[in-house]
């Protein structure tokens, strides 16, 4: 079976964990969000696209969701001691090691999505890992802020996630770059040859929603002729994991599993799994022609996020175009 995941960080990395378990023997293709990437005292670096990485290859910080397990921290400690900035991104020593490579390799003229087979070279994810496109994507969120002339200031998507812990009023989000972003090699072709395409329960503004935006990927998941199945990332009103929720307001969005589902719309979805507490307010989902089914989306444990993953294989086969 071909399967194809367009996903985030923290939340799509678990979610392929359970998948990975679920049907062992399956072909996973990633598509991996590159638009949190950041240069950062010089170097590349690819949260998303480590985070899946580390997670699948067993060297993620288990607790953390990102960086790596048995981290130490020198450099950044002497970083601290000459006030170098920015100081609000932690980048642990073992981490490091990741975007010095990558970095050398861009630098030598690689593209990412080379570079990223390289890596995974080492990780053995168990899954291609693909970037969702060669070119330089970075997104951007416009913020409010009384003190700049405009009354608002864009800033890179990780000062305000990680930097402002997005304090601040979301007015806009913006990918940088997009317009002329073009798909990496292997990522239409993937879509366009897999038995079924799964959004998991990753961010639907700054991980799906981006790569969706990446020219020629929105419309090649509307073509394909696998069916297209969707995991909340809302549970009862809330985000899972997160800050989904202020990135959702920014562009109109509730934040329920429900309006989620109607953002992307039956033009992508063919089915959509809520977890059990939103059971009740599925109709409008259903109604919009989107199969709906309720199951427990709590990523508990491998086990029990395995169980997700089979859940939205039988109904990817149920919706099959
Ligand atoms: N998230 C944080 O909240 N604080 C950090 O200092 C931080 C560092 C970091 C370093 C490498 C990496 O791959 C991820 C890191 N993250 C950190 C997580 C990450 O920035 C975001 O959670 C994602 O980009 C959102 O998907």
Redesign the pocket.
Known sequence: MRIVVLA???GGARFLLGLRAAVPGADITVIG?TG?D?TLFGLR????L??VM?TLGGGIHPQ????RADERFTVRDELLEYGAKPQ?????DR?LAT?IVRTQMLHAGQPLSVVTAALCERWQPGVQLLPMSDDTVETHVLIEDPDAVAGSKLIH??QY??GL?ARPTALEIRAVGIENAKPAPGVLDAIAAADVILFPPS?PV??VGTILAVPGVKEAVMAAAAPVVGLSPIIGGRPVR?MADKVLTAIGVETTATAVALHYGRELLDGWLVDVVDAEDAEPVRAAGIRCLAVPLMMSSVAATAEMAEAALRLADEVKR
């Open positions: 985030g960080g923290i969000n949190d950041v670096v690819c949260p998303d480590d985070t580390y953390q969701g990102w960086g609000w991104f932690t980048l642990g981490d975007h998507f990780q996630w990680v812990q961010n700054v991980s997160g």
